[in-house]
């Protein structure tokens, strides 16, 4: 060979004696054959892979094991938690058809179902899941699925979820429920009757803040018709945010077993405080825990921008689920897409802060928002 191949092709075609023990990334766009008759193999679905658009080992990993711990026929992995919604959601709705939704989403599924959606000929109705009347008024002949979250952002209202599946099967309606919050450590959607679960796993399944993914979960069925979605919408996951997930989702029941308790802790400390009028905090989400996030509402004697700038070591981010306990400002985050009167009718005020507790010492986290009250207070007193 010439030096211009070999500084192709210098990789050796010797089969590897050493076996890794975590599982390559696939850092690949493509996979070769043998010949053309080969490659016609995959089409006849003999051969798993073709073009990593539409699959590749890392991604179906992470699908796979978020699957798994949900309890799921299959699973398949996205770009992000928004394209795993859309993929679930396209699985069972086209155009001309009605999609009922709670009102009290998250801000980017929000727009998704009140704007894209709409372009794609999909109506949505937005409804008080709490109010069974209301959701059986809203169903309509070309209805075709019910859309919640297992807990809600950011008031963490736990979901009735057999409720809504006993519903949703009298009306002959698929049920997708997110999630994010929960994660399968918490509550398993498809063992009350869910038929479809998706996640950001940019949360708590990666929960290192280093990746984007999404996951969708549900019978082997659907999730072939969300992964054809995922394919020829180009949302599809890259190998190395893939491996990171998986990398993540190995730790998941440990970190979550640590957030839980740290957030039920902090819930507790700070209930009845001077200068925090309530706090919201899941009571009975299930046995393992409820859940590793915190919010609370300021009084109005306290300046939430002076308290989230006497935080300290606890940072400000727009998101949640890492390792690190933060805080964020819904109604300029989450939900800032809602309308402002529909912010208020929920109870979403511009003095709530949401909390996202992380692995640290319960004692720092609880003396951390303590002492930030407590100066709060001071310098709005001087």
Not at 2 to 26: C, G
Not at 64 to 89: F, P, R, T, W
């Amino acid at each position: 060979m010439h030096f211009h191949t070999k500084n192709i092709h210098f990789p050796n075609k010797e089969k590897a004696k050493e076996v890794s023990k975590t599982k390559p990334i696939y850092q690949t766009s493509a996979f070769t054959f043998t010949d053309f008759e080969d490659m016609e193999d995959y089409y006849n679905g003999e051969k798993s892979y073709l073009y990593t658009r539409m699959g590749n080992p890392n991604s179906d990993d992470l699908g796979k094991g978020v699957a798994e711990l949900e309890g799921a026929e299959a699973g398949v992995a996205s770009a992000s938690g928004l394209s795993a919604i859309l993929a679930g959601v396209l699985a069972v709705a086209k155009t001309g058809d009605h999609i009922i939704a709670t009102q009290d989403l998250y801000g980017g599924t929000w727009s998704l179902f009140s704007s894209d959606l709409q372009d794609f000929g999909i109506e949505v109705s937005f409804v008080d899941m709490e109010d069974r009347e209301a959701i059986e008024a809203a169903v309509k002949e070309n209805t075709v699925l019910l859309y919640s979250e297992s807990i809600t952002n950011p008031l963490l209202r736990v979901e009735d979820i057999e409720g809504l599946a006993q519903i949703a099967s009298a009306n002959n309606l698929k049920l997708m429920i997110d999630n994010t919050f929960a994660t399968p450590y918490l509550i398993r959607p498809l063992e009350s009757g869910a038929d479809i679960v998706a996640h950001s796993a940019t949360k708590y399944i990666g929960g290192h803040s280093d990746v984007t993914a999404g996951v969708v979960t549900g019978s082997a069925e659907l999730m072939a018709k969300a992964k054809a979605k995922v394919g020829m919408l180009g949302s599809n996951i890259g190998p190395f945010d893939a491996w990171l997930g998986v990398r993540g989702l190995k730790t998941l029941s440990i970190r979550m077993q640590k957030q839980c308790e740290n957030a039920q802790a902090l819930a507790k400390a700070l209930d009845g405080l001077e200068g925090i009028s309530k706090v919201y905090y899941p009571q009975a989400a299930s046995a393992q825990g409820n859940g590793a996030v915190v919010t609370i509402e300021l009084d109005t004697a306290a300046d939430i921008i002076t308290f989230s700038k006497n935080l300290g070591w606890i940072k400000v981010v727009p998101t949640l689920a890492g390792l690190e306990t933060s805080v964020t400002y819904p109604v300029a985050t989450s939900h800032r897409p809602l309308p402002e009167e529909l912010r208020e009718k929920l109870g979403v005020t511009k003095q709530m802060i949401r909390i996202s507790v992380g692995i640290e010492d319960e004692r720092d986290i609880i003396a951390a928002f303590e002492e930030a009250l407590k100066e709060t207070l001071h310098k709005a007193n001087v």
